[in-house]
């Protein structure tokens, strides 16, 4: 599934907010609009055809013949065309009147008696009849007012509203982002020192000029928040790191005494020699404990990346590799070595790198049968180190697992294969990870597993 922004969704939500509203302004004005625009015209036209149809019938008393001149001086004097209608035949008509204009139905609602007014569309234009009935000379008189002028009043006043609904949807867009990115930028603020802190830089913290009241206590709640973290973290580390040396010297005395013991074995009986076997493998077993929680304490305590420097890659991993079969009383493993390895450098702490090849050699020897070969490539601005064993391999479902502190997957359950403290595998992505690399367990192409290391390439290497 993949993430949906926040400042995406607030920014839709505001468009789509300000469309709507701005819609529904626009809508409810032109229809209001055309509303009055139209009723104030049929009134007004109504009551120019009472006006008109007083005039035609003083005409029709006093001089009929000179109906038609009156006729086309009222069309245009009001741009309408004037119709006279007695005795169910057209009397006269305005120069531009035409009988198709009236219908059937509403010749016969005036003729009836009735003054009767309607909007009909004449072919693609609105025109407003009005018919008048004079019963004293048993005439009907219609007036048609074409509605052409007032529909393209209404056009301009609709395309004004959607360039203003849409003004108003920049506008609110426009606002919307200035809010967002006023509201969120404090998220990504918190978000970047959230992740500055899980690096590693412990002593970072938020820092906010002028700020609302609400960012202003978010900020001083997540600096609390994170000094007790901090403080707790070094606490234990402290902890655990005193309780480690207060270990040594005990430790140091008991792995002396089996020493001694070892040295007279053949003088104990078959159960004392078999006591010893035990208290020999269980105290090398404590000692690596130890050894390796100095070393997680150190790591939590800060002293991550003191003493990198920036080293050649062919030669650092075949020497620590040497090294780490020496410290097995071991023939180091096969090293491959890619030409494009030449040139490349990384940034490390040798002794630290030292130790997870050391770890990682450790854990094939206990769990794997050994290691199968090291292999070193360069894959675009990565060192790529692949460390291959010939055991039966990880599950999947504990690949991440395994490099939890004190996880030893199916070996805890079997103490006859539980050889290590659980350490190994945490310390070799501690160290790793404080060289900005990463490492992954895969599938070998022998078949068994694969531990594979990629560091950054320096900037000094060789393009």
Known sequence: MRLRSLRVRLLVTFGIGALALSSIFASLTFVGVQRVLINNQ????????????????????????????????????TGSSVLVHTHHQWLSKSHGAATTDVTTHIVTMVDNGRVVDQTLLRGHQLIFVVGVPIPAVETQVFQVFPLGRLEHTLHTLLLVLILGALLTLVLGISGGLWLIRRAVRPLEEVSATAAAIADGELTTRLVVGR?????????????????????RMERDARFASDVSHELRSPLTT???????????????????RESLDLLCADLAIFQALVEDLLEMARADAGMAGR?????????????????????FGSEPPPLEVAPDVDEARVSVDRRRFERVMTNLTANAERYAGGITAVRIAVEGTSLVVNVDDEGPGVPIEERERIYQRFFRGRAAH???????????????????????????????????????????LSEESAE
Do not use: C, K, W
């Open 307 to 327: 003493l990198i420097e920036v080293v050649p890659a062919g030669p650092l991993v075949a020497q620590s590799v040497r090294s780490a079969a020496r410290h």
């Open 42 to 77: 049929q009134q007004t036209d109504l009551h120019q055809s009472y006006v008109n149809a007083a005039l035609i019938r003083s005409t029709l008393y006093s001089a009929p013949p000179q109906l038609p001149s009156i006729l086309n001086s009222i069309e245009t004097a």
């Open 254 to 272: 008991m792995a002396t005494t089996t020493a001694v013991l070892r040295e007279h074995r053949h003088e104990l009986s078959a159960v004392g």
């Open 414 to 456: 079997d103490r006859g294969r539980a050889h290590g403290s659980g350490l190994g595998l945490a310390l070799v992505r501690e160290h790793v990870t404080s060289f900005h690399g990463t490492i992954t367990t895969l599938t070998s192409p022998e078949g068994g597993a694969r531990f594979q290391i990629r560091l950054p």
């Open 211 to 231: 700020a609302d009241a609400e960012v202003q206590q978010l900020t001083n709640s997540f600096n609390t928040m994170v000094s007790r973290l901090v403080e």
